[in-house]
């Protein structure tokens, strides 16, 4: 029975494995800055760091600072050598470092610096380590480019492993690894070598078809024990000693190019999926299926934001949480070697046989196992999901009745019982054979031929059609030919969108504006949710993309711009509807398509990636990168569930395949670290911190009563959905929670006492580390604020307040005549005073709410006039506004070169320019600099956004005269709109900078939409 259930679950996982497009994200650090290494080796410590070697020095990522050791050779523990070309990490935690030109290194986390060992007459015979390896009794084992050393770590001495007897120089060592019996295999620039565990006893291993002096450039052991053998310009070998065979790994792939018979081996890493990864010098990544030995090659696609950037693979490592990380010549790559629920195949020109066009907007499974796909208006691509692209329909206007039109093919319908598939197209009805072979246009009586066809659907009479121009069924005969088409009236909407099944004579039909049930025995047409029982004004008009019936009955109603509709029970007399919107976790309103799984689950492609859905109790759980969703929009209606259980979306880029048998939450616990520390201000060494199994003890001295603490979860996956929580026990009464950006713990003035600092992380999914990392904080007290002090002073202060009290009295009773006397002349004087203060506060008024140079509004009015705004939009339910961000361009110039006077008499100009531009109803504000922000009220549609924009754009070609110089500039504009974008000022603020960002690399002068 398990052995059933896992076969199930691997088939359709793995018809798409030897042909998607994995995905790598390039790292960089907190400020946004790439990182361009160069990446050599890489490890990671038992704390969970990890540590990059490059050509520039030793790193240490945190997931969001990249923090570089380089050479520094002017201090006695500095590294030594920037080249890094080995790292290990030894069991006890020790990190080893192998340089270029000098030797080894070893890193003191205690004082965060470094020490070099081996160095001397008896040490270590070459300075330039390519590996280290763990030997008996706490030695090492160095390859070098002199051989194989033996390294007692705590003396620095080192023996030789002589590898060529009676020979004063051995071959240089670039692999050794001890297997799971305790060999030694060392592998160098004359052949392999077999060593019992201490060294002893090497000998020659032989490997036919190499040659007399096989270059063995790496190895690497795989979880059956076999040995893998990687051999320049001559490929990888495989060693099963217990079977006693040894296979060469053949140039047998699905791209013929993977071949690594002339190819320089990098690194090897075995996957855990079955798959080892082999990184190449020069020809990029190259997989390895462990079971039949066949290749596939990932080639470099710069065109990609998640494609590999370089063919040239220096490194590749596997972390303790699933990640891969790819080390290339250009930067460091990760890749999630467990988003494997998720296949991404990207279309347009790529590096290998793709899909013809980026848009994908219809899927079409077929009997045969096969998918085709309606790749923009290229036609079809007819996809094997393990071969990739087997066949294509292409247009060709030559023949018009025997080929596609040079149009988009929008869905399509197999008709199994004569082996033929039914397409729709911007131009008509084609119908096609199942082999791709031969198509033709279909002229159905009483239809344009050129009709447009959006759905297809089966009905209990015959196939329903559906497109701009309303709904009718059509019917075809033997030969294919089109017999009679009926009509379907009375939908509350002529533009049909979506259609599918609902009891055997009746079906749901989606329209531009609602949603209809049509009894095809009939013709009754009922409105769901526009009268009667069916009342729901939320469904009255909705704009339909997608229908669809889960196997519990229930009517699932994606929509472009209203989110999703749950209707239970949508053809009794009384159904329920739920809804789901950006407010119950969808990441977008606008669905494209809704696809339950065979599983009782509900996904739906949005215009801000995948989402999945509990039925029962609608939770939304949202998919991105890090799942491997490497697509943000769909195209509406496009999508498909196969018969193998797989649910493909097509969208603008290419598909992503859903396999939800496999679907599961990452159960990797972060390790939560501290990466700086702070205490009054000074940054302290973080050599005490972090040590596993240890509780940090911190001692602020008197007088320093500050501290702050930076801390990070270790889970790489995704950085900036890890989620954040702290608690200083003693201070804080609850956890503080935080987020990824505001990773900080901060306290100033803490008053003297014991406390405990803990600190909590979580996963890019959401799983919290158990237990959290705690600081014991001592806050020491200054002399003033001991015990015996505090009581003498309390004792002092009694006695001085008696006494005060006693002379207060006496002059109290005094002044109080002289006070009296005083009551009439102060009582005039205040009513004066009143009277200047109400003017004071008036000025005060316009201060706080207007810029003084320009007379506008200020950031604060702006902010009340959007709030006024957004009220009065959500209290009628309807409109919106839109918010302009302007800065003017060349202002800096104007300023450093004229003066700053000039420079205020541009920006007084600016001003009423633009209040003449736009109307006395909205709102023109000053928001610092030369930057301005413009509320335009009521105005949500581009088509009338855009004259405004151009009048601002109009209002700078007069220059501005100041003194008898001539100041021209020109203005830049970023535009987002209220609600449809964003519904706080912020959010609206971000969307339009970016906007403004664009119209300025557009050449300046100009705007553009978020």
């Known amino acids: 029975m398990a052995l059933s259930c896992l076969t199930a679950l691997a088939a359709p996982l793995g018809r798409w494995s030897g042909w998607d497009d994995r995905l790598f994200q390039r790292v960089t650090s907190a400020t946004g800055e790439p990182n361009d290494l160069g990446v050599m080796a890489m490890a990671q410590d038992p704390v969970g760091f990890l540590w990059v070697g490059t050509q520039q020095g030793l790193v240490r990522w945190d997931g969001y600072r990249l923090r570089t050791y380089s050479a520094d050779l002017s201090q006695p523990h500095g590294l030594p050598d920037g080249f890094i070309q080995s790292l290990w990490v030894a069991p006890e935690g020790t990190l080893?470092?192998?340089?270029?030109?000098?030797?080894?290194?070893?890193?003191?986390?205690?004082?965060?610096?470094?020490?070099?060992?081996?160095?001397?007459?008896?040490?270590?015979?070459?300075?330039?380590?390519?590996?280290?390896?763990?030997?008996?009794?706490?030695?090492?084992?160095?390859?070098?480019?002199?051989?194989?050393?033996?390294?007692?770590?705590?003396?620095?001495?080192?023996?030789?492993?002589?590898?060529?007897?009676?020979?004063?120089?051995?071959?240089?060592?670039q692999a050794v690894l001890t297997d799971r019996s305790g060999q030694l295999w060392i592998g160098s620039d004359a052949g392999l070598f077999r060593a019992a565990a201490d060294g002893r006893g090497v000998a020659r291993y032989p490997l036919p078809g190499t040659g007399d002096t096989p270059r063995i450039s790496r190895l690497m052991e795989d979880q059956r024990g076999r040995l893998w053998i990687a051999v320049d310009h001559q490929g990888l070998w495989v060693l099963d000693l217990a079977q006693g065979s040894l296979r060469r790994v053949e140039s047998r792939s699905v791209d013929a190019a993977a071949g690594l018979d002339q190819q320089t081996v990098r690194s090897l890493v075995e996957s855990g999926d079955g798959q080892v990864w082999v990184g190449t010098r020069s020809n990029g990544l190259v997989l390895v299926d462990e079971n039949n030995l066949t290749l596939r090659r990932i080639h470099r696609n710069a065109t990609s934001a998640f494609g590999l950037d370089s063919e040239a693979i220096w490194s590749l490592f596997r972390d303790r949480s699933g990640i891969l990380w790819v080390g290339t010549s250009r930067s460091l790559l990760r890749h999630n070697l467990q988003a494997t629920f998720v296949h991404t195949v990207f279309g347009g020109d790529g590096p290998r046989d793709t899909l013809r066009s980026e848009d994908v907007l219809a899927v079409i499974p077929t009997p045969d196992g096969r998918i085709w796909l309606g790749v923009g208006t290229e036609g079809v691509d007819i996809v094997d999901p393990a071969q990739g692209v087997v066949a294509t329909l292409r247009p060709d206007m030559k023949h018009p009745l025997a080929a596609l039109p040079p149009e988009r093919v929008l869905t399509g319908l197999p008709l199994e019982q004569r082996a033929e598939v039914l397409l729709g197209t911007q131009k008509g009805l084609y119908l096609a054979d199942l082999a791709g072979t031969r198509v033709r246009r279909l002229e159905v009586p009483g239809h344009r031929s050129d009709e447009e066809v959006q759905v297809l659907a089966r009905g209990w009479s015959g196939i329903w059609v559906g497109g701009p121009e309303g709904l009718w069924r059509l019917t075809l005969d033997r030969q294919g030919r089109p017999e009679g088409a009926r009509w379907a009236v009375g939908m509350s909407d002529r533009r049909i969108s979506a259609i599918t099944r609902a009891s055997p004579h009746r079906i749901w039909v989606g329209t531009n504006s609602g949603v209809n049930l049509y009894d095809e025995r009939t013709g009754q047409v009922l409105h769901l949710g526009a009268g009667g029982r069916w009342q729901d004004a939320a469904l009255a008009s909705v704009n339909v993309t997608s229908l669809e019936l889960d196997p519990k009955g229930r009517l699932w109603v994606a929509t472009g711009g209203t989110g999703l509709f749950v209707v239970d029970a949508p053809e009794s007399d009384h159904p329920q509807v739920r809804h789901l919107g950006s407010a119950q976790g969808l990441p977008k309103d606008f669905i494209n398509k809704v696809l339950p799984d065979d599983l009782g689950g509900v996904w739906a492609s949005t215009d801000q990636g995948i989402?999945?859905?509990?039925?029962?109790?609608?939770?939304?759980?949202?998919?991105?990168?890090?799942?491997?969703?490497?697509?943000?929009?769909?195209?509406?209606?496009?999508?498909?569930?196969?018969?193998?259980?797989?649910?493909?979306?097509?969208?603008?880029?290419?598909?992503?395949?859903?396999?939800?048998?496999?679907?599961?939450?990452?159960?990797?616990q972060a390790p939560v670290v501290a990466t700086e520390v702070w205490v009054g201000g000074q940054a302290q060494t973080m050599g005490r911190f972090n040590q596993p199994g240890q509780v940090t003890r911190l001692t602020l001295p008197p007088g320093q009563h500050d501290l702050a603490v930076e801390f990070a979860a270790l889970d790489y996956l995704a950085p900036s959905s890890n989620r954040y929580a702290y608690r200083l026990d003693g201070y804080d009464e609850d956890w503080i929670p935080t987020d990824a950006s505001r990773r900080r713990a901060a306290y100033t003035n803490l008053p003297p006492g014991e406390y405990r600092l803990e600190l909590r992380g979580s996963n890019a999914d959401g799983l919290w580390s158990s237990p959290p990392m705690v600081i014991d904080v001592e806050v020491q007290p200054a002399w003033f604020q001991r015990v015996g002090f505090r009581l003498l002073a309390a004792l002092l202060g009694l006695a001085l307040l008696w006494g005060m009290l006693r002379v207060r009295t006496l002059w109290l009773t005094r002044r109080q005549h002289e006070l009296e006397q005083l009551v009439a002349e102060r009582t005039a004087e205040l009513e004066q005073r009143s009277a200047e203060l109400q003017?004071?506060?008036?000025?005060?008024?316009?201060?706080?709410?207007?810029?003084?140079?320009?007379?506008?509004?200020?950031?604060?009015?702006?902010?009340?006039?959007?709030?006024?705004?957004?009220?009065?939009?959500?209290?009628?339910?309807?409109?919106?506004?839109?918010?302009?961000?302007?800065?003017?361009?060349?202002?800096?110039?104007?300023?450093?070169?004229?003066?700053?006077?000039?420079?205020?008499?541009?920006?007084?100009?600016?001003?009423?320019?633009?209040?003449?531009?736009?109307?006395?109803?909205?709102?023109?504000?000053?928001?610092?600099?030369?930057?301005?922000?413009?509320?335009?009220?009521?105005?949500?549609?581009?088509?009338t956004i855009e004259p405004v924009c151009r009048r601002i754009v109009q209002a700078f070609e007069r220059p501005v005269v100041f003194g008898d110089e001539p100041m021209s500039t020109s203005a830049s504009i970023g535009v987002a709109c209220y609600p449809t974008q964003g519904r706080t000022l912020d959010e609206l603020s971000r969307l339009a900078d970016g906007a403004l960002y664009r119209a300025k690399a557009a050449g300046r002068n100009t705007w553009r939409f978020a």
């Not at 009220?871 to 918010?883: C, M, P, Y």
Request: hydrophobic residues 40%.
């Open 611 to 668: 989402v999945q859905i509990d039925p029962a109790t609608l939770a939304v759980r949202a998919y991105g990168a890090k799942e491997g969703v490497a697509l943000l929009q769909y195209w509406a209606a496009s999508g498909a569930r196969t018969p193998q259980g797989e649910l493909i979306f097509g969208g603008l880029g290419g598909i992503s395949v859903v396999v939800p048998q496999v679907t599961e939450w990452r159960t990797y």
């Open 839 to 943: 003017l004071s506060q008036a000025k005060l008024a316009e201060m706080a709410y207007f810029d003084a140079l320009t007379g506008l509004p200020n950031r604060r009015m702006l902010a009340e006039r959007f709030d006024r705004l957004a009220s009065t939009v959500r209290r009628e339910g309807e409109g919106g506004f839109a918010l302009l961000l302007l800065d003017l361009d060349r202002f800096k110039q104007i300023n450093d070169s004229l003066g700053h006077a000039a420079g205020d008499a541009l920006l007084q100009a600016a001003a009423e320019r633009l209040k003449q531009a736009v109307r006395e109803v909205d709102t023109v504000a000053r928001i610092g600099g030369d930057e301005f922000a413009i509320l335009l009220s009521g105005l949500t549609d581009p088509h």
């Open 96 to 173: 080893w470092i192998g340089t270029v030109a000098h030797g080894l290194v070893r890193y003191r986390p205690h004082s965060d610096d470094f020490e070099s060992v081996g160095l001397g007459p008896h040490g270590l015979r070459h300075v330039g380590v390519n590996v280290i390896a763990g030997a008996p009794q706490g030695c090492l084992w160095v390859g070098t480019g002199a051989g194989l050393d033996r390294l007692d770590p705590t003396t620095g001495r080192a023996e030789r492993v002589v590898l060529n007897p009676g020979r004063t120089e051995d071959p240089a060592v």
